[in-house]
């Protein structure tokens, strides 16, 4: 079995920074791409930032220059680091992963973790 833990969210000032981690654990052979989504009261969760294995990046529009997603392949583990943060970026943080535990590339998800920016 796999599973994706989180840490890292809390509260912060508006335009601060924040950096939330996500370990793959479990019988893994290999890890696919990592990401992250959110998902703000009263709204849809939406995809945040994703990274392949390889790398390759992609972000929401709302994120671009203010966030980045990285992984370490070896900890199989994903951050992504918050900065200029916003009111509007207050929501659950979702960590979502494809896992090989046996065949097949799964999809799972992270238990969420809390991001409030006020002052």
């Known amino acids: 079995q796999g599973q994706l833990v989180e840490s890292g969210g809390g509260l912060v000032q508006p335009g601060g920074s924040l950096t939330l981690s996500c370990a793959a654990t479990g019988s893994i052979r290999s890890v696919g791409t990592m990401g992250w989504y959110r998902q703000a009261p009263g709204k849809q969760r939406e995809l945040v930032a994703t990274?392949?294995?390889?790398?390759?990046?992609t972000y929401a529009n709302s994120v671009k220059g203010r966030f980045t997603i990285s992984r370490d392949n070896l900890k199989r583990t994903v951050y992504l680091q918050m900065s200029s943060l916003k009111p509007e970026d207050t929501a659950v943080y979702y960590c979502?992963?494809?896992?090989?535990?046996?065949?097949?590339?799964?999809?799972?998800w992270g238990q969420g973790t809390q991001v409030t920016v006020s002052s």
């Open positions: 979502n992963a494809n896992l090989q535990i046996t065949v097949l590339m799964r999809e799972y």
């Open positions: 990274t392949t294995a390889g790398g390759t990046t």
